[in-house]
């Protein structure tokens, strides 16, 4: 957590490779938050929008 309330964590997948990076408050409905090309095997995210909310979850799918 960040001092502006904002949620910075590190992706761990394969390099060379597109991942939607997605967020969800319920684990039901996923959200996209943005899309990231690793070009190392981990890459530093940041939720911005993570002050709106008390409790979420995140996940990174591969993209097609």
Known sequence: ???NGAFQ???V???NRTYAVE???NL???TNLT???LTNTTSTV???SATNSKTRFYRLRASP
């Open 1 to 3: 957590l960040l001092g």
């Open 9 to 11: 964590f590190t992706v």
């Open 13 to 15: 997948g394969q390099s």
């Open 23 to 25: 967020f969800s408050t």
């Open 28 to 30: 039901s409905t996923w």
């Open 35 to 37: 899309s990231v090309t």
């Open 46 to 48: 940041t939720d911005n």
